[in-house]
């Protein structure tokens, strides 16, 4: 009896709690002593605070402006001048004519273009109605919404300022002073699907190669593969080559899948040269792939690997333009974006996709890139460790 | 003293540590071409960790090291094409076919028509019609098998095999030791650990390793007569064997007790203490007591003792 009742010593729901307590004590000493693991649980929360809470902006406001203004009267200056103070536009550029607009925006180089004609001031003093014309790349409507939405009552403030005297009795007649015409870019339609897709291929290029070749290294590792090719004569850089190659394919074939529906199911128009698109892709998917590399050089495990790539991830998809605009971030968060791959893909794929931008206004997102692709490369080879040490 | 090219291993003073935790201390280890080396020692004592260190896939804390006149620090790319490793874990593609895997090593070496060369292998393996089957799904001995033919695949002239029997039956065990014996004797030098006793006396020579030190290296019968041992075989009752083995295990002068079958082995490196030490049992009409020639696995069992004692001391 006594026997009997010793083994069974903790029945029910003491038995359970007993139970249950052994399970959630070895759980949390695990997760402790997984450093790289626990790490990262707690690194990308303060990393999605940080970038959600400080960088990411709605409304972005300061986007940079390229002026032409014809006029030579006081309105147009006025109009500027209140452009200035909205807090929307920040005035970049002046050029000379209308025409010299467009590369500005094609480029990226700014977000809006002014147009204001020699008659402006002309028309309004006449009484007649003067007209303004708003380019705005359209590429990232998130940025420009609310810049369009205001533009209206700026130019009307502009305008005020300068109604004195004789002209004073304009401010209340009923014929529209100023005829604000806003021409969308790249986008006229202004619909999102179009301005996402060609930066979806980005993302879904960094997750699956990145990932993959990150797996295909540390897999050797964990597998125990890794000690026999290290004690064979073939080195870092051709095992490298090796765990790229066959993932360039796989690339190639999610790039396909990804433009043709783009093309075919959204609409995506296609403006510029296929061939600067094919090049675009080609640099991104190489980047991305050696991305992966490197963190299979420091990732110890497979696990590790697919948290790292995912955490590097993260800034790539909330920094580079692709999620939110771009411009709306402060300095800081533009200048980490400025140095992520997905930031100049997606430039290159709404440049070359929708306003058909040729190579000499994208040169320098292909540079980035390359650039990128350059030291990854290096330090993913000098990381590699020839020995088990 | 062998001249240079005689020699295809020289370690001197070869350390290591993970840590704070010292895994091989100041080995060193000559092996001459053209011969089988043996490995012998417990789980943990260095053996796998000396060998990457010979093979360049690990960095010595401090000493030297030549492999085939080669440099194990400075002189691995060339090393890496002249030897070749077996690892002690199965290290092929388990996803791969055995002839994908062999194939793959042959284009690694760069050997020339590589298809031809691993199905060559393959019917030398006597894997004949097996060579589209994923390694994965091989047993434990053909996975042996087929890991010794891809480390000699490219003809090295050193080979370092790691417990490459563990866990082979003996039939298999037999021809895995034939296959060795007629590479060595093609000029092939071989350094294999184990822990079988009858593999250790196949070796033309061995090195015993406890806790990261060489305690005892040479022919099987001169690392017998150097520990000079002398032991005793008592027999007797089965449960009485025992009690005496507990009794006098802790005696001075005695450093082996061990149980063999149905009877008690006892052994000291000083014959006149392990007398003196027994005198009071010998008389025991319960056990007959009769000297027996030292084995090497008493040495061993000796040594590990000894090294216990030693640590035990300095710490
Ligand atoms: N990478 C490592 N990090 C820490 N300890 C290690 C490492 N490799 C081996 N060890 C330790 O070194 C000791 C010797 O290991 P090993 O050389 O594998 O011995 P053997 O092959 O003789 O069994 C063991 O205690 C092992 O746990
Ligand atoms: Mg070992």
């Known amino acids: ?389 | 003293m062998a001249n240079d090219t005689d020699i295809a291993i020289r370690a001197e003073g070869l350390s290591k540590r993970f840590g704070d935790f010292v895994v091989v201390e100041d080995l060193n280890l000559t092996v001459k071409r053209g011969e089988i080396y043996g490995f012998l020692g417990p789980n943990g004592s260095g053996k796998t960790t000396t060998m990457r260190m010979l093979v360049g896939l690990l960095e010595p804390d401090h000493g030297r090291g030549e492999c085939l006149g080669l440099d194990i620090r400075t002189e691995r790319d060339a090393l890496r094409r002249r030897i070749g490793y077996m690892t002690q874990h199965f290290s092929l593609y388990g996803d791969l076919t055995v002839e994908e895997n062999l194939e793959f090593v042959a284009r690694i070496y760069n050997l020339p028509a590589p298809v031809k060369t691993a199905q060559d292998a393959i019917r030398e393996l006597g894997l004949e019609g097996r060579g589209d089957q994923l390694v994965s799904t091989l047993s434990g001995g053909w996975k042996q098998r087929l890991a010794l033919a891809a480390a000699i695949l490219p003809k090295p002239e050193l080979l370092l095999l790691d417990e490459p029997t563990a866990g082979v039956d003996p039939k298999a065990r037999r021809d895995f030791w034939e296959h060795i014996y007629e590479l060595a004797a093609d000029g092939l030098t071989v350094l294999v650990s184990t822990h079988y006793m009858d593999e250790a006396e196949r070796c033309h020579r061995i090195a015993y390793l406890a806790y990261g030190k060489l305690l005892a290296s040479g022919a099987g019968d001169e690392v017998i007569g150097n520990s000079g041992l002398s032991v005793w075989e008592v027999s007797g009752d089965p449960g009485d064997l025992s009690d005496l083995a507990a009794n006098i295990r802790d005696e001075e002068g005695i450093s082996m007790a061990t149980p063999f079958g149905t009877r008690l082995r006892i052994g000291g490196p000083d014959k006149n203490a392990l007398d003196h030490a027994t005198q009071p049992y010998r008389d025991d009409s319960r056990f007959r007591w009769e000297p027996s020639p030292p084995t090497l696995e008493d040495v061993f069992i000796h040594l590990l003792r000894d090294a216990q004692d030693n640590r035990a001391v300095a710490s």
């Open chain 1, 1 to 389: 009896m006594t026997n009997k009742a010793h083994q069974n010593r903790a029945p029910g729901f003491g038995g359970f709690l007993g139970r249950l307590r052994a399970m959630i004590t070895k759980e949390f000493k695990q997760m402790r002593r997984d450093r790289m693991t626990f790490a990262i649980m707690i690194g990308v929360p303060v990393m999605q605070i940080m970038l959600f809470g400080f960088a990411i902006n709605l409304d972005p406001r300061h986007l940079p402006t390229a002026v032409a203004l014809a006029d030579h009267g006081p309105m147009g200056r006025s109009v500027v001048a209140a452009m200035q103070t909205s807090r929307y536009f920040k005035v970049t550029r002046q050029v000379g004519t209308g025409a010299e607009l467009e590369p500005l925006l094609q480029s990226g180089e700014v977000q809006f273009g002014v147009e204001i004609p020699p008659d402006f001031s002309r028309r309004i003093a006449r009484g007649d109605t003067a007209t303004l014309l708003l380019l705005a790349d359209d590429t990232d409507p998130a940025a420009v919404g609310g810049a369009v939405g205001a533009i209206d009552t700026i130019v009307r403030q502009g305008v005020n300022r300068e109604l004195r005297g004789a002209l004073a009795m304009r401010r209340d007649t009923s014929t529209p002073i100023v005829d604000v015409v806003v021409h969308r870019r790249y986008n006229p339609a202004n619909e999102t699907d179009k301005v996402i897709v060609p930066g979806l291929l980005g993302v879904i290029l960094f997750l699956s190669l990145s990932i993959n070749t990150g797996l295909a290294v540390t897999r050797e590792r964990e597998r125990g593969t890794m000690e026999l090719l290290l004690s064979m004569p073939v080195s870092p850089f051709e095992i490298m080559i090796g765990k790229i190659v066959p993932y360039i394919t796989v690339g190639a074939m999610q790039s396909a899948i990804v433009l043709l529906s783009a093309m075919w199911l959204f609409d995506v128009p296609m403006l510029g040269s296929p061939l600067l698109l094919l090049a675009a892709i080609a640099l991104f998917v190489v980047a991305v792939l050696t991305i992966g590399y490197l963190i299979s050089t420091v990732a110890r495990t497979q696990l590790q690997a697919m948290q790292m790539t995912i955490f590097f991830f993260l800034p790539n998809l909330l920094l580079s333009g692709f999620a939110f605009p771009f411009r709306g971030m402060p300095d800081w968060a533009q200048m980490i974006g400025e140095v992520l791959p997905l930031t100049h893909f997606v430039r290159l794929m709404r440049g070359v996709m929708l306003k058909g931008a040729e190579f000499a206004s994208l040169w320098q997102d292909f540079a980035a890139l390359a650039a990128f692709t350059a030291v990854i490369v290096v330090i993913g080879l000098l990381r590699f460790r020839r020995t088990l040490d």
